[in-house]
């Protein structure tokens, strides 16, 4: 058994997960779900939805693949565009990006909103104040005061003002049904999916097959580059990104190596 195997996901602080170790960043994903679960911000399917992800993500090198790097810098360039941009946060976002996705929103300025599959008033709190801890100022989805179409009354539930009037939203992690909701309400979606196939980046105009926690900080920088770009040089970005193709070079990479 080599010293590795010894390090268990199970630390008490994430700084005790070695740097070097060959699945570091896997480790460190793992112990912030978990924590994210203890402190009431994840729910417990969102272990499932992690242990996903990873095997995804394994079989994709973790690495970003070139495609994922294209649909990063065309998610920038669309932020940039929207005029009312929202990036939407559920408990796995919350535990494992919360001072990333602020960062993304003040690149592109977009408000953050909390939107959960599993409701309640307490973790809705739980993740405004963690997203507070890590710099946000203000926080959207505590309303709830308006509706997506179509979709069950707890999961349909939106802030009027934010996810509902968007007209681009990213959402990673996203559930199925929801995306495709939001997809019929007429939304630019982005999403970010380490499984190409799932029905939320299937229906995404921009889809990153990627794992968020290298995507939104990859997002980010593409941001700050672009910031100076007129509208015409943002447009030829989304333009010329093709989410066939995308979707298709994941796919090849997970199958075949490729
Ligand atoms: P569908 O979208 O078809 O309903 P699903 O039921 O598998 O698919 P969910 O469990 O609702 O989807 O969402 C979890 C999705 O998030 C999975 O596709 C999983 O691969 C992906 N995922 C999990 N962790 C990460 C991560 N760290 N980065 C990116 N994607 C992730």
């Known amino acids: 058994m080599s010293d590795y195997d010894t390090v268990s996901a199970d630390v008490e602080h994430e700084d005790e997960i070695p740097e070097d170790h060959p699945r570091y960043q896997d480790l460190l994903t793992r112990h912030r779900i978990e924590k994210g679960v203890d402190k009431g911000i994840t729910h417990l399917q969102g272990m499932h939805a992690e242990g996903r992800g990873s095997a995804f993500d394994y079989l994709l090198g973790e690495e970003t693949i070139p495609s994922a790097n294209d649909a990063e810098r065309a998610a920038a360039a669309e932020l940039l565009l929207a005029e009312r ?8 976002v919350a535990a494992l990006v919360p001072g990333e996705m602020v960062d993304l929103a003040d690149a592109v300025g977009a408000d953050l909103e909390v939107n959960l599959f599993n409701r309640t008033p307490e973790r809705i709190a739980a993740i405004a104040s963690h997203l507070r801890e890590h ?14 179409p179509n979709l069950d009354h707890q999961r349909a ?6 996810i509902y009037a968007a007209d681009v939203v990213l959402v990673p992690l996203e559930d199925g049904d929801r995306a495709e909701a939001l997809d019929e309400m007429g939304k630019t979606e982005i999403v970010i999916d380490l499984n190409p196939l799932s029905r939320s980046p299937q229906v995404a105009e921009v889809p990153i097959v990627d794992n968020i926690v290298r995507a939104v900080p990859n997002m980010t920088e593409h941001a700050r580059e672009l910031a100076g770009s007129n509208e015409d040089a943002l447009r030829t970005i989304v333009d010329e990104f093709d989410r066939t193709k995308a979707l298709e070079a994941a796919e090849s990479r997970i199958r075949n190596g490729l």
């Open 85 to 92: 941009p929202v990036l939407s946060i559920n408990g796995n």
């Open 135 to 148: 710099g946000a100022e203000e926080v959207k989805g505590l309303e709830g005061d308006a509706r997506i």
């Open 157 to 162: 539930k939106v802030d009027a003002d934010g």
